[in-house]
């Protein structure tokens, strides 16, 4: 396992990888939230295992909490956002490029965009 990679909102950590996916663990503190965001070469299936919070997807909105699940299809906008208590996801990424560059932020609450949409790593 890796170490956690420090972010504004909280951490994540690999937990595993191979041919076509890719597994982490996310914390996102109290009150912080991921930014809005989309992948070109992916797909995410989000598990909540603790915590409360926010999950959006394409303009839909769903309760976090633990037990909760939410796939996130390849070119989906979308975000993860922590309530009262931090928000733990295990997150199942599925793709032929699984970089961390292949985020495209739309939104960032912790000014990490260089004009209105940029590709960016991290």
Same mark, same amino acid.
């Given at each position: 396992?890796?170490?956690?990679?420090? !972010?504004?909102?909280?951490?994540?950590?690999?937990?595993?990888?191979?041919?076509?996916?890719?597994?982490? !663990?996310? %914390?996102?503190?109290?009150?912080? $939230?991921? @930014?809005?965001? $989309?992948?070109?070469? $992916?797909?995410?299936?989000?598990?909540? /295992? @603790?915590?409360?919070?926010?999950?959006?997807?394409?303009?839909?909105?769903?309760?976090?909490?633990?037990? %909760?699940?939410?796939?996130?299809? %390849?070119?989906?906008?979308? !975000?993860?956002?922590?309530? @009262?208590?931090?928000?733990?996801? /295990?997150?199942?990424?599925?793709?032929?490029?699984? #970089?961390?560059?292949?985020?495209?932020?739309?939104?960032?609450?912790?000014?990490?965009?260089?004009?209105?949409?940029? #590709?960016?790593?991290?």
């Amino acid at each position: 396992m890796a170490n956690p990679v420090e !972010r504004p909102w909280g951490w994540f950590e690999t937990l595993g990888s191979g041919e076509g996916y890719l597994v982490k !663990r996310l %914390c996102i503190h109290a009150g912080q $939230r991921i @930014s809005l965001q $989309r992948h070109r070469h $992916r797909l995410e299936h989000w598990v909540v /295992v @603790s915590g409360n919070g926010l999950l959006h997807c394409d303009g839909e909105d769903v309760p976090a909490s633990p037990g %909760c699940t939410l796939l996130v299809p %390849c070119g989906a906008i979308h !975000r993860a956002s922590a309530g @009262s208590e931090d928000l733990l996801i /295990v997150e199942v990424q599925r793709g032929h490029d699984l #970089r961390e560059d292949d985020i495209e932020r739309l939104e960032d609450d912790y000014q990490r965009i260089e004009g209105a949409t940029a #590709r960016v790593v991290g």
